[in-house]
Each structure stands twice: as structure tokens, then as C-alpha cells.
């Protein structure tokens, strides 16, 4: 069992920066594919950024590519989301997202445990 909590969401203007933080309980953490999704207003949850268990491997959209960096602590059982030159289009509930398999890290139904959401606001 993982428990996911998001946080470091907020209100910023374009160009600024934000850092995410996903904090997991579980001992088991460290052996879990963690992603990154959004969900803007009205859209379907889309995938932004995956890292591999030991973070040797990272995935990003290609909206995010060069923007975004994912990145863990597995002894700190926390995965960040650091989000450079945000866009107006950023803007969204972002959620982490804990999977075990982690071949199909783009896929959200292939995803075990969910987070409770943090907003990100993005103004022109």
C-alpha cells in the first residue's frame, strides 16, 4: 500500500517557476514507476512526466520537454516536479501517481495509487 500526498501547487504568472512535491508512505515506495498527471477544466487527465524506480529513467510529454524536470528522493519516499517557464496552459490539478509495473507509465489506468490533486494556476 503507497499513500500519495501532493504539494507545492499555487498561483503564478507566466514565465515563473514552481516545484511539486509528492511525499509516500510505504515501505515499498522506492520499488514504484511514479508519474505525474494533470487534469485541466473540462479535459480528461493527461500524463506529464514518469520516473523510473531508481530514476535512471525519466519521460515527459512533449509539451512539458525541456520545462519540466522529474526527479526523487527514495529516501526521502518524495518525487518532484520541477516546473520552469510555465505557460497559461499549465494550468491544472496536477496529480503523482504510484505504479508498479511502470511499463506503460503513460497510461493513467495503469497506475495503482493516487494522490489527492494540487492546483496549479497559471495567469497571462
Known amino acids: 500500500q503507497v499513500q500519495l500526498v501532493e504539494s507545492g501547487g499555487g498561483l503564478v504568472q507566466t514565465g515563473a517557476s514552481l516545484r511539486l512535491s509528492c511525499a509516500a508512505s510505504g515501505r515499498t515506495f522506492s520499488s514504484y514507476t511514479i508519474g505525474w498527471f494533470r487534469q485541466a477544466p473540462g479535459k480528461g487527465r493527461a500524463f506529464v512526466a514518469a520516473?523510473?524506480?531508481?530514476?535512471?529513467?525519466?519521460y515527459y510529454a512533449d509539451s512539458v520537454k525541456g520545462r519540466f524536470t522529474i526527479s526523487r528522493d527514495n529516501a526521502e519516499n518524495t518525487v518532484y516536479l520541477q516546473m520552469n517557464s510555465l505557460k497559461p496552459e499549465d494550468t491544472a490539478v496536477y496529480y503523482c501517481?504510484?505504479?508498479?509495473?511502470?511499463?506503460?507509465?503513460?497510461?493513467?489506468?495503469?497506475?495503482?495509487?493516487w494522490g489527492q490533486g494540487t492546483q496549479v494556476t497559471v495567469s497571462s
Open positions: 501517481a504510484a505504479d508498479h509495473r511502470g511499463a506503460n507509465f503513460f497510461i493513467d489506468s495503469e497506475y495503482d495509487y
Open positions: 520516473i523510473s524506480w531508481r530514476g535512471g529513467s525519466t
